[in-house]
């Protein structure tokens, strides 16, 4: 689960076994004992010595494999690296979480026949003759629900050492899923 990215803009991305990530922006490349402009390990694991510009990883031609002891000072390197200020595994599943459940809003707002919320207050709100409206109400019924549980969940995340934080599938399961059901 480690990761060190290098890339040729100089923005160097780090992840810690635990799922920590965070970038640095416009660095000078690590120094790791071996030369290389561009170095990837994560799911790939290589470096380009020498990048040239507007060719793509895959097609480069300095693009090499790396060796084991690449690979271990690469590690050395991800265990010693501390993250910025602010920077934490809650802060980031707390995010991870708002962002699902923007996508769970989003989608059920589709189901139902809707561009985006706004459209679903204003044919939900009190009075409205919308023909939909009894729609745009399940869909707030549903972002209600789904603010509650996430609000929860928000908590738990923030209460809890970095150390003993379930994984991020764990408090993503919490939340319900967008409503497959749509009734006329």
């Known amino acids: ?3 060190l990215i290098y890339c040729e803009n100089g923005n160097l991305t780090i992840r810690k076994p635990n799922g920590l990530e965070w970038q640095h922006e416009q ?13 990837v390990y ?9 990048w040239v510009e507007n060719v793509p990883l895959e097609e480069q031609e300095g693009m090499l494999p790396l060796s084991e002891t690449e690979k271990d000072s690469i590690e050395a390197y ?3 690296a501390e993250p910025p200020m602010g920077v934490s595994l809650n802060n980031q599943y707390i995010g991870r979480v708002g962002n699902v459940v923007r ?9 139902y026949g ?3 919320m706004v459209e679903v207050l204003i044919a939900a709100r009190e009075g ?3 023909p939909h ?12 629900a789904l603010a509650g549980v996430a609000e929860g969940v928000y908590k738990e995340i923030a209460i809890t050492r970095e150390d003993t934080l379930k994984s991020l599938e764990d408090y993503l399961l919490q939340l319900p899923p967008p409503n497959d059901t749509i009734r006329d």
């Open 103 to 111: 996508s769970n809003e989003e989608t059920q707002c589709i189901k």
């Open 1 to 3: 689960m480690n990761a």
């Open 133 to 144: 409206r009894s729609n745009a109400r399940r869909v707030l019924e549903y972002v209600d």
């Open 114 to 116: 809707f561009d985006n």
């Open 42 to 50: 994560d799911d790939i694991e290589c470096k380009v010595e020498k």
């Open 78 to 80: 991800i265990d010693n």
């Open 27 to 39: 660095v000078d490349k690590p120094e790791l004992g071996f030369e290389y402009d561009v170095l």
């Open 128 to 130: 409205s003759a919308h």
